[in-house]
């Protein structure tokens, strides 16, 4: 459907439903091309509404067969076309309805709705997939009790599952079988699911707090089960967290994952059977990744804690989305903390918080965490949704404590379960909570833009007098020309010049709670009494606002911060700072013909924070890692030449491995290891800085360097260590390159989650030849344009990793990824959507690459028969 026919969906146009579901029976018999699909709705008339006509939802649906109360429905009695079903006069009492559709998963490549993926017969139905398998009402605040038999052939499908507990199950004539499971718990379509195939499986068990012991089960395909450990262990590490910091209890007697191998999104929490991409699943040490570890550990908790926030309290309708997934990002990111160390967890959220939600923000595709309205949900599962949404989360706790949260929560849970929710009423629990009233702080949900902090400090030194000087404002974005001002909770500390903490105590101008400022209004001056010298100010500690901070603080205060900030995020954030502040003022210098400055007061800091030996090595680590080019092209925001900022983050990084050279070729040794790889957050520490030390070294171009990269390459006894190599070598040109690449590819090949890597390196690769390079991979046997991960690891990791090589001057990184857009958008809008949204910050642009980047997404835009999905992200991008 073009866009033009598409409607605009407005929040304020919620209705409640005209007709509810009690029990929903489903049967399906899975067949390649003509899967048949008998459903069985209990609908009543909902008492809340007058009497209205039957309209059900229907994406591509051919009816085979209708039936009310068991009698076959006249033809003139109903209108039936593939999007939606009308009985215009139904009886204004409880009946049964009989739908009979026939849906085709072999056809099926948006993979939402009944799909199959590698023979694996499987579905996803969030947001709108249900309605791809029968006729049904399609949103969330209908929510039934379901059962679903399953029947197919015994070889094509040993394996069948659907929600809940198993039931019945048996052997029929011709090699066929059946299974009929039933959930109990009342949910939304979205949340059906139903997988058929020839899978093998691990099984684990756990015992719920109160004694249950709950079957856990993990469906990979043959030969992979033992690459699902660390996802099994990661589950139960889940079930208990969720358990001892929410008091959240598992529900029904099986937990079970599946993993495939094409899915659009990272995985999805059906209930009691959770389908995953099987990137968040599969990994040994030999495969996968310490990050890759850790993205298993964060997407199954985040699955699994969607059990109760999302489908024991479900989503009014889908503007509330970040009800479900603003919380279960938080809670996912609270259960890293825990696992590993929260400092690092913090700085990690907030680089990606940064690199994606605040450029999501500030250009034309910014909407706020509650959309007032949309054309296509499947576009709103985004950075602003997921991470500005688990920010508010966080705010909210940070506002009323850690106490009064908790206890929120607990509100929450006992009075909402087994209801579809508002952003509304999740608030109110808190308010409830803490007596606190949160209308103001209902902002973050209704504004869209990255608020700017700006402070201004003075020190009035005969009246021994600190006044802190702080104004907000929020951008306006599309829509929203003027804002009001926000609830922005600054959590802070004052430091003295031997960088001990002082007491912060204001005589004038706000309360301050515990240590958190409170700014609420457009502007606000604090007074701190009893100086008896100029202190230093870290604000914004913990990043406790998602804010843009613009502050007065001068470099030597940054380097003060930087090595005794109590605070470990203000120590990372104050190095940062400082680097911006160099590689924005080079960026200036080399598009005047001029050179970089070195700063040796960055350099002596870095150098003192790699030889701190109190900091964890992670957290060192991220210290080390200079300012990506996205947040040096984020800092200057328009006019952007990125070959001048590739340019100037090279030349840091080459002077940081020039000039701390000795100190890293000493960490790299010292962190050397003889024990076999374990994938746990210390030991993946140790790796990332002893990695991040050999790039700084080879940054130089120096050839002992390139060799100790090759020689790591060889050696390595885990694909961390072999894959940071490879990633240093495939940045220079030397023949080292090239040979690890070709070995790296041998090595791998019959690993398609391994080569994705392979892809990615090389379609990220800053060099000129990158556009060749992957125009050919997207001619490889390997490659094909159906599989989700390997076109995100080719298109989507040039368009969105290669800042230099995507926006290359003369347009043909534009031209490459608008007709590969194009070419996906027939088969997968969902995909090809996604991959549109790398134009997204097309206007900030020098004005020649903006001009080529505006005449790609103005094809893209006139070209005939355009997936709705994609029409709503060029028609927002073009603006
Ligand atoms: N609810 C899923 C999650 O947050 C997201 C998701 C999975 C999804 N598959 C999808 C969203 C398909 C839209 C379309 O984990
Ligand atoms: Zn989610």
Redesign the pocket.
């Given at each position: 459907m073009r866009t033009d026919t598409a409607p605009l969906i407005r929040l304020t146009d919620y209705r409640p439903p005209d007709w509810l579901v009690e029990t929903v029976h489903l049967d399906v018999t899975l067949h390649p091309t003509e899967t048949r699909v008998r459903a069985s709705l209990a609908l009543i008339p909902n008492p809340a509404v007058p009497p209205a006509p039957l309209v059900l939802d229907g994406d591509g649906l051919t009816l085979v067969s209708l039936r009310r109360d068991g009698v076959s429905l006249p033809a003139d009695s109903y209108i039936a076309t593939p999007d939606k079903l009308t009985i215009p006069q139904p009886p204004n009492r409880p009946f049964r309805l009989d739908i009979e559709t026939v849906v085709d998963p072999t056809a099926n490549t948006q993979l939402s709705g009944l799909y199959r993926s590698s023979g694996t017969w499987c579905t996803?139905c969030?947001?709108e997939g249900f309605r791809r398998i029968t006729y049904f009402p399609d949103r969330p605040d209908v929510m039934a009790v379901y059962s679903t038999r399953i029947e197919a052939d015994k070889s094509e499908a040993p394996v069948l599952l659907a929600n809940g507990n198993l039931i019945d199950s048996g052997e029929l004539p011709d090699n066929r079988h059946f299974a009929v499971w039933h959930d109990p718990h009342k949910k939304p379509s979205y949340l059906f699911a139903l997988v058929g195939g020839d899978l093998a499986s691990i099984e684990d068990k756990f015992t719920t707090m109160t004694g249950r012991d709950v079957t856990l089960r993990i469906y990979v395909e043959h030969g992979k089960e033992d690459r699902a450990d660390y996802a099994m262990d990661a589950l139960k590490r889940s079930m208990r967290w969720d358990e001892e910091a929410f008091g959240r209890e598992y529900d029904l007697d099986i937990f079970m994952i599946v993993a495939v191998s094409d899915f659009?999104?990272?995985?999805?929490?059906n209930k009691g059977l959770n389908v995953f991409n099987d990137k968040y699943v599969l990994a040994s040490g030999e495969t996968a990744t310490d990050g890759d570890f850790a993205g298993i550990e964060s997407v199954i908790a985040?699955?699994y804690f969607h059990n109760w926030t999302g489908n024991r309290i479900t989503c009014r309708d889908w503007f509330q989305l970040c009800l479900k997934?603003g919380l279960t990002v938080f809670r996912d990111q609270e259960f890293t903390s825990d696992m590993r160390s929260r400092p690092v967890k913090r700085i990690a959220d907030v680089r990606t918080l940064r690199a994606a939600q605040f450029v999501e923000d500030s250009g034309p595709l910014a909407h706020p965490v509650r959309p007032a309205a949309y054309k296509e949900i499947?576009n709103f599962?985004t950075a602003t949704v997921y991470e500005k949404g688990a920010e508010v989360v966080r705010m909210m706790q940070t506002l009323i404590g850690r106490e009064a949260f908790r206890a929120g929560m607990d509100i929450y849970f006992a009075r909402h379960d087994g209801e579809a929710a508002t952003v509304e009423q999740f608030i109110q629990c808190f308010a409830d909570a803490s007596g606190r009233d949160m209308t103001q702080f209902m902002r973050w949900y209704a504004q869209a833009g990255t608020p700017e902090v700006n402070v201004r400090t003075q020190f009035d030194a005969e009246r021994g007098i600190y006044t802190v000087t702080l104004k907000q404002s929020v951008p306006p974005t599309p829509g929203q020309a003027t804002k009001a001002p926000m609830v922005i909770p600054l959590r802070m500390g004052l430091l003295d010049k031997n960088g001990r903490e002082l007491p912060i105590v204001p005589v004038e101008g706000g309360a301050i709670q515990r240590d958190v400022l409170v700014l609420d209004k457009a502007e606000q001056t604090l007074t701190f009494g009893g100086m008896t010298e100029r202190p230093v100010l870290s604000i914004n500690r913990a990043f406790s606002a998602p804010i843009k901070l613009v502050t007065d603080l001068t470099n030597a205060d940054f380097a003060l911060l930087a090595r005794h900030d109590s605070d470990p995020f203000n120590r990372w954030q104050a190095l940062q700072t400082t680097a911006i502040r160099l590689l924005t003022d080079n960026v200036a210098r080399l598009r005047a013909g001029g050179m970089p400055r070195a700063d040796d007061n960055l350099i002596g800091a870095l150098g003192a924070i790699l030889n701190d030996e109190s900091l964890e090595p992670a957290f060192i680590a991220l210290a080390l890692t200079p300012p990506g080019e996205g947040d040096i092209a984020r800092e200057i925001g328009r006019d952007i030449d990125p070959d001048k900022i590739h340019l100037a983050r090279q030349a840091l990084r080459e002077d940081i491995g020039i000039r701390l050279g000795a100190d890293l070729s000493l960490t790299y040794e010292r962190l050397a290891s003889a024990d076999p790889y374990s994938p746990d957050a210390a030991s993946a520490g140790r790796r990332a800085l002893r990695n991040v030390a050999l790039d700084l070294l080879a940054a130089t171009g120096s050839s002992p360097a390139i060799t100790r990269a090759a020689d790591q390459y060889a050696d390595a006894d885990n694909m961390t260590d072999r894959m940071a190599a490879l990633a240093t070598l495939a940045q220079h040109e030397v023949p080292e390159r090239g040979e690890a690449l070709d070995d790296f590819y041998k090595r791998y090949a019959d690993n398609a989650l391994v080569i994705d890597k392979w892809f990615s390196l090389q379609a990220a690769s800053p060099h000129k030849s990158a556009l060749d390079k992957v125009r050919g991979l997207t001619a490889h046997p390997a490659f094909s344009m159906g599989n989700p991960n390997r076109v995100r690891a080719v298109i989507g990791a040039f368009a969105q990793g290669n800042l230099t090589q995507f926006n290359r001057a003369d347009g043909a990184g534009y031209a490459f990824v608008a007709d590969s857009i194009l070419a996906i958008d027939p088969k997968n809008p969902?995909l090809a959507a996604r991959l549109a949204t790398s134009f997204r910050t097309w206007r900030t642009l020098e004005s020649g690459r903006r001009a080529l980047a505006e005449t790609q997404l103005r094809r893209i835009k006139a070209s005939p028969n355009l997936s709705r999905d994609l029409a709503d992200i060029v028609e927002r991008a073009l603006g």
């Open positions: 996803q969030e947001a659009n999104m990272g995985a999805m929490e985040h699955e997934e499947n599962y969902q």
